[in-house]
């Protein structure tokens, strides 16, 4: 049970940085310098690999580590980027010099980029040495050169020897695959089609790095029907929330609630349709079609119905004929 434990401290947040994007389109200030930058390969599979960069006090283990889970992950879903991992240690020393590279290269990449900006930034590599946890930064707008995944790796909650550590690395690679597949650099219209609420892309990554991890050799049969039994513990957790339906729930103290149902939400997509269904063909006509109406062509339905389906049919069943939906290994 203590994977559960674990996961719990580190999903909350796992996507501090996702955030992030939100909070920059926010400000208005940025409105007027907004430059359109040349059509480029988002969202294109590519042959490139990610560069890793690791504070000195990272080993050679846990950088090999990171590497191995990637691969399973680009394997499965498909090799997308520009992708950086960056690994941090335990040492706050380390992350602050760490940090320093971080930035010099993110305005080698984007030079309108106030690097002041960039080494004051909330939630930087010293506090991920002292906080542990993990983390996507989407970097596609309007203001800055670069487009880009940064995947962000510390030392705890988990720590790599922590089995929790290669289903986080999943968690966060299916977030690559998720944006990946939305073009738009307007973040607006990146927003509407990822949907601002965690449900639908916590949940979602949450489930596929779950699903992925449990059909990997050496784990063992029940584990996907195990952590999935322990996502449940969030259900008496929504009823008591204020809110009826984990559509509803922002990033913040509830969070939770929306990453393990959420999770269930797409457990019970995916049996209503197919595998395929949900991570190739909605990802694949959504920058056409936008969220809806790729929704409703992909799973035969409009998300308002499937979310009330979910929650006024599916959530009222018994654990066993939840757990009914899950597939066997
Ligand atoms: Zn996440």
Redesign the pocket.
């Given at each position: 049970m203590s994977i559960h434990k674990t996961s719990f401290t580190t999903q909350i947040q796992?996507?501090i940085f996702t955030l992030t994007p939100f909070l920059l389109a926010c400000q208005p200030q940025e409105e007027k310098t907004k430059t359109t930058y040349p059509e480029d390969n988002w969202g294109e599979v590519t042959e490139a690999l990610p560069n890793y960069y690791a504070a000195s006090d990272v080993t050679k283990k846990h950088l090999e580590l990171t590497k191995e889970w990637y691969e399973i992950a680009a394997n499965e879903w498909g090799n997308f980027g520009p992708l950086e991992f960056w690994i941090v240690g335990k040492s706050e020393e380390s992350a602050a010099d760490l940090d320093e590279k971080y930035c010099n290269l993110r305005k080698s990449l984007s030079p309108n980029l106030e690097i002041r900006y960039c080494l004051d930034r909330d939630h930087d590599f010293t506090t991920y040495a002292r906080e542990g946890n993990a983390g996507l930064n989407l970097r596609r707008n309007n203001h800055e050169e670069w487009s880009g995944f940064i995947v962000t790796m510390a030392s705890k909650n988990p720590s790599p020897d922590e089995d929790d550590y290669k289903v986080v690395m999943l968690?966060e690679y299916f977030?690559v695959y998720q944006h990946a597949h939305i073009y738009t650099r307007d973040e607006s219209k990146r927003e509407e089609l990822a949907k601002k609420n965690p449900w639908w892309l916590?949940g979602g990554?949450e489930y596929m790095a779950q699903l992925l991890y449990s059909r990997q050799e050496g784990v063992r049969d029940d584990y996907l029907q195990e952590v999935m039994k322990g996502k449940l513990r969030s259900l008496p957790m929504l009823a008591k929330s204020g809110v009826n339906r984990i559509d509803e729930i922002s990033y913040g103290p509830r969070a939770m609630i929306a990453y393990d149902l959420g999770a269930w939400f797409i457990a019970y997509l995916i049996d209503k349709t197919s595998e395929e269904a949900y991570r190739d063909h909605f990802f694949d006509d959504l920058n056409d079609l936008d969220f809806e109406g790729s929704f409703v062509k992909n799973f035969g339905s409009s998300s308002e119905s499937m979310l009330k389906d979910f929650h006024n049919n599916f959530l009222k069943l018994s654990i066993q004929e939840k757990m009914l939906i899950l597939p066997k290994k």
């Open positions: 796992k996507c968690h977030h916590e990554a």
